[in-house]
């Protein structure tokens, strides 16, 4: 079985996790196995040899390729109607064993879960992304209105804790959200793309900031795409250059 090192930590800022681990055992955000360890390393060797980011995906969007699409590394969705955003990495899928533990942490306010989404994220693919260039770091926001019902943006809890870039600046103030009521849940394709028209916006004084820039936006899960792809738009109808999307849950094909 695989054994993971963990990364020096900051003093002080994860002190305190540091003698919670050192002292008190914990149990696994997946098999609730009490170990050191937020996630067990038989959860952890799971994840590393099943998740998404082991397979041919398509550059675009993250999607897992079909073998008539590896030539081309582009899905057909992204080949038939090219989207706004031009990278996309992804840690597992949606229906993988990281999805209970991302409920538990969004609907549950379980918010240690959070931390230990993002120390999954930092021990399998923080590596591979470590040399990419962008300026900003931006979680894909709440409404006001929804951030004050669920107490927390679940996005920039896990963002805000994952290893990049001393050059990559976070910030969940300068992308914001429109408040509206519908959900997109079972939704269809079409349906998704037309809500999310107009949803989000850059806050004036922070346009300057990322006139010709790449930018990094996280997300927690990507399903249609559609979120995602006009928060694209939008930036790039701001100044922005460039796109690059990390998610931590990826649906396998577009809802």
Not at 99 to 119: M, N, T
Request: aromatic share 12%; with cysteine.
């Amino acid at each position: 079985m695989a054994q993971y090192t963990q990364r020096p930590m900051r003093f002080p800022e994860n002190i305190f996790q540091t003698i919670f681990e050192q002292l008190l055992p914990t149990g696994c955000i997946v098999c609730q196995k009490f170990q050191k360890y937020s996630i067990c390393n038989y959860c952890l060797d799971i994840v590393s040899n099943e998740g998404i980011f082991n397979y041919q995906s398509c550059d675009q969007c993250g999607l897992a390729l079909r073998p008539e699409e590896m030539a081309l590394q582009c899905c057909a969705s992204c080949q038939l109607s090219n989207p706004y955003f031009d990278e996309t990495y992804c840690l597992d899928r949606y229906t993988g064993i990281l999805q209970v533990p991302l409920h538990e942490f969004k609907y549950q306010k379980r918010i240690a879960f959070g931390c230990a989404l993002s120390d999954v994220w930092n021990k399998l693919l923080s590596w591979q992304l470590k040399d990419i260039d962008a300026s900003y770091l931006l979680p894909v926001p709440l409404s006001t209105q929804k951030l004050a019902q669920r107490g927390f943006n679940q996005s920039w809890e896990i963002a805000k804790r994952i290893h990049c870039g001393r050059h990559i600046q976070k910030s969940p103030y300068m992308l914001w959200r429109h408040h509206y009521s519908e959900h997109q849940a079972g939704s269809n394709l079409e349906n998704r793309y037309l809500s999310t028209r107009g949803m989000f916006y850059v806050q004036p004084k922070h346009i300057e900031q990322l006139q010709n820039k790449t930018v990094i936006v996280f997300d927690d899960v990507m399903t249609s795409g559609a979120t995602l792809n006009e928060i694209a738009r939008i930036l790039k109808d701001n100044g922005v250059s460039r796109v690059i999307n990390w998610v931590l849950l990826r649906a396998v094909r577009p809802i």
